[in-house]
């Protein structure tokens, strides 16, 4: 891609290379306010004006609070969002603001001297802070700050944007960032949850709940009931609170331990032979589904995705009511609870296509374990999929995965679902924590779609499409290392869930009985057979709906009935 050159400023004003100011930072004096409006987009757009309807108030992601900016540039608008501040003049502000995307701008035009801007090329899949400063003019009290991304970029995200200095008066400033709650206690503990409490923060709109550093709920006021806990566990918690100037400092831990008693969410073990879908948690055109809707012929269901959060390698879950017609979270947890009790597990994804989760040290490891494990214990997840389309790091990665079965125990679900390309050789991030945690991993359900043309066991080239390109390519893992109870074959449900590699179920029968039996085979036939090969996956339930079911009821039976 041709390196991005630098905008021009608002009302076509050329920035200089004076003008241009990359990633500066300044510290406010004592006495200065935040002169800018809803900088944490707590209330929607209010205060601001985005060029072409680009610009958009969201709930997820964010950096603190519960709104950000979301803006897309699109043809010749490059998403400008702004607001004009009250300035004094001859005065200096520091402009600032946590920004996520690629080619994201700030800056700040009429300041009556020199113009800024600062930018960013990319936010590596997290929040970085821009920040620079100007100096008003003598008869300047009006100043237009704003933030934009570039042409062609996708859609970028701002929270926190902040303008420090002088008071200029003529505007309400806003709120102060809150101070730490205090006095937090635990009262009510049970065999799975317990009560939390904390004295009020004046100014707060809102409060953040951490559970052993990871933040699990957001609040209007105390108290906060903490459910889906561990029995006979010991937990830390701390209490922040926000407003619309950003989040204050947490408070003092406090610990809580639940009663004894058994698991208040036991896993059933997942049979020898599975069936595996993705439950889509957002509506794409395919059928609308509430887990209670997925047939019975799966046994392991993945619900995607899970949320990056503004802690590395954390994440969260935010269940789609609107978009899925009004399902209710309490409906939700029901749901997930009968499908357990009928022996099907049900498992939390992580990534996708667009996920942004990165687990590369020993922080953002513990991170991803104890908010997953925080997760299982609030919905009754049976574990985790490892579904991250950008590659992975096999050394924290194993130690996240290793870190939650510790927690979570033997009856852990660990499913993967890596690309063609991930699973080509043993020395490949995904093939190698794979082996890495092969006494605890349940099933690499490989996509086979989505891909070019990809070398078999054997050495030969195969293309997509064909029972030779399933087994071929399965060959690998199961000469590679992995048991065979490891390895299923990933496929879409219909010629709608994929770009491009659907193959009907009876291409899909016909590689599991050349698998695992040695009849059906192309021109490629493996060497043994692998009569304990765990099955197939698809994605999606819901695409297998919108076409009938004709997936499901077709491989569900096969992959059953293998030996």
């Known amino acids: 891609m041709n390196r991005i050159r630098s905008l021009a400023l608002i ?5 200089t290379a004076g003008g241009l ?51 897309t540039p699109a043809g010749q608008d490059n998403a400008l969002c702004s607001q004009t501040v009250t300035v004094k003049p001859n005065s200096t502000y520091t402009l600032s603001a946590q920004v996520q995307g690629s080619y994201v701008y700030l800056g700040a035009t009429g300041t009556g001297t020199q113009d800024v801007s600062t930018w960013t090329p990319g936010s590596g899949g997290g929040w970085q802070k821009l920040s620079t400063t100007f100096t008003t003019g003598p008869g300047t009290t009006k100043v237009t700050v704003w933030t934009h991304g570039w042409y062609g970029q996708p859609a970028y995200f701002a929270d926190e944007f902040s303008v420090f200095g002088p008071d200029g008066g003529g505007t309400d400033p806003g709120p102060s960032v809150p101070g730490a709650p205090a006095q937090p206690a635990v ?24 559970q052993d550093g990871v933040r699990v709920r957001t609040v209007s006021a105390s108290p906060a009931q903490i459910t889906g806990l561990a029995a006979a566990t010991s937990y830390s918690f701390q209490v922040s609170a926000y407003n619309a100037a950003g989040e204050g400092p947490k408070s003092a831990a406090v610990t809580g331990t639940t009663t004894g008693g058994g698991s208040p969410h036991p896993n059933p073990s997942v049979p020898k032979h599975a069936l595996t879908g993705y439950w889509q948690n957002f509506n794409n055109g395919a059928t609308v589904q509430k887990i209670s809707d997925v047939p019975s012929q799966y046994d392991i269901i993945a619900v995607s995705f899970a949320d990056a959060t503004a802690t590395p390698g954390a994440i969260s879950f935010t269940l789609d009511s609107a978009g899925l017609g009004g399902y209710t979270v309490a409906q939700f947890k029901a749901d997930i609870a009968a499908k357990k009790a009928a022996s099907a597990s049900v498992v939390l994804s992580i990534g996708g296509e667009k996920g942004t989760i990165s687990v590369n040290d020993s922080a953002s490891a513990a991170n991803l374990a104890n908010s997953a494990y925080a997760l299982m214990q609030e919905y009754g997840f049976s574990g985790i999929d490892i579904d991250l389309e950008n590659g992975l790091n096999p050394t924290y990665m194993t130690q996240a995965l290793r ?10 679900v660990i499913t993967m679902a890596p690309q063609t390309i991930d699973m080509q050789s043993t020395a490949g991030g995904y093939f190698k924590t794979a082996l890495n945690i092969k006494d605890i991993l349940t099933v690499v359900n490989m996509q086979y779609y989505n891909s070019g043309s990809m070398n078999g066991c054997d050495g030969k080239v195969y293309s997509q499409g064909s029972v030779d390109f399933l087994t071929a390519l399965a060959c690998i893992q199961l000469e590679g290392g992995l048991d065979p109870s490891q390895v299923g074959i990933g496929v879409p449900a219909s010629p709608s869930g994929a770009g491009s590699g659907y193959v009907s179920p009876t291409v899909v029968n016909n590689a599991l009985d050349c698998l695992a039996r040695g009849t059906n085979c192309g021109s490629f036939k493996p060497s043994k057979t692998y009569p304990g090969l765990r099955g197939a996956m698809t994605w999606s339930t819901n695409w297998d709906a919108k076409a009938g079911g004709a997936w499901s009821n077709a491989v569900g039976p096969k992959v059953h009935s293998l030996p």
């Open 21 to 71: 100011t990359a990633l500066a930072t300044g510290t406010a004096q004592a006495a200065d306010v935040n002169v800018a409006r809803n900088g944490g987009f707590e209330s929607g757009l209010a205060d601001w004006t985005c060029t072409s309807g680009s610009g958009a108030a969201v709930s997820s992601p964010v950096h603190t609070g519960s709104g950000a900016l979301k803006a």
């Open 11 to 15: 009302g076509a004003a050329a920035l």
């Open 403 to 412: 870190a939650l079965s510790a927690k979570a125990g033997p009856s852990l």
């Open 187 to 210: 009262s009510g503990q049970s065999a799975d949850g317990l009560t939390l409490s904390w004295n009020a923060v004046g100014g707060a709109t809102g409060y953040h709940v951490y």
